[in-house]
């Protein structure tokens, strides 16, 4: 079943402009990883981060986690057209299984 | 490196037929492969852990004997969706965790698009 909630469920900006994309869960969890859509494509693996880490970085990429509040946040620094895509956030347990978020379809207007 | 292969990419069928699926990693080897689904604008759902030598674990709701699963090899998984239907159209896309990491990442393959008429 899902665990992650995604907020916004779209989101449009401008290139050059940051994207923020928020992700809750309900559970417990031993790890947390975002990862890329494009449209009719597979996953593309982005970032992991481990319940014990706060924040991860990984180029443009930004990624917090706080297990308090079971959310994690991923920022896209300067976006590029090339950003555009669908992002999913998907909680793992620690046995490989991951359970996605509904996503958020993320839009650069040149 | 870590690269997930799919094969067909698309694939259209009639009703009543059986459709195969290949999911391969090609440069590494992978105990654990898992199936998931994806409906247009929708999210992934897990289907199914295939494991490598042993019957696969099939998620709440999913019937086993429809969608079957063969993990033959550490490097091949395959998904036979029986006497398909309609409503069994959506985007098939396969993951495999590699056998000698805990870093918990696993690579996803580009998907196989199966459209039943």
């Known amino acids: 079943s899902q665990q992650g909630e995604e907020d916004p469920q779209a989101l449009s900006i401008q290139e050059g402009e940051n994207a923020t994309m928020n992700c809750s869960y309900k559970t417990s969890i031993n790890n947390l990883q975002w990862y890329r859509q494009n449209s009719g494509r597979g996953l593309v693996h982005l970032i992991l981060?481990?319940?014990?880490?706060r924040e991860k970085h990984s180029g443009r990429l930004r990624v917090t986690l706080d297990t308090s509040k079971k959310s994690s946040s991923l920022l896209i620094t300067a976006s590029r057209a090339a950003d555009t895509a669908s992002y999913f956030c998907a909680t793992g347990l620690g046995d490989y299984k991951l359970s996605f978020g509904a996503g958020t379809t993320v839009t650069v207007r040149a | 490196g870590a690269v997930v292969s799919q094969h067909p990419s698309w694939v259209i069928c009639k009703s009543g037929t059986s459709v195969k699926i290949e999911c391969r990693s090609l440069?590494?080897?992978?105990?654990?492969m898992f199936w998931y689904r994806q409906f247009p604008k929708q999210s992934l759902m897990l289907m199914a852990t295939?494991?490598?030598?042993?019957?696969?674990?099939?998620e709440q709701g999913v019937e086993k004997d429809k969608f079957l699963i063969n993990h033959a090899s550490l490097t091949l998984s395959t998904l036979t969706v029986t006497s398909a239907h309609p409503e069994d159209s959506s985007f098939y896309i396969c993951s495999a965790a590699p056998l000698d990491t805990n870093s918990y990442e696993q690579y996803f393959g580009p998907g196989t698009r199966l459209t039943v008429t």
């Open positions: 295939s494991n490598e030598g042993s019957k696969a674990t099939y």
């Open positions: 981060i481990r319940s014990n880490e």
């Open positions: 440069d590494f080897q992978a105990t654990t």
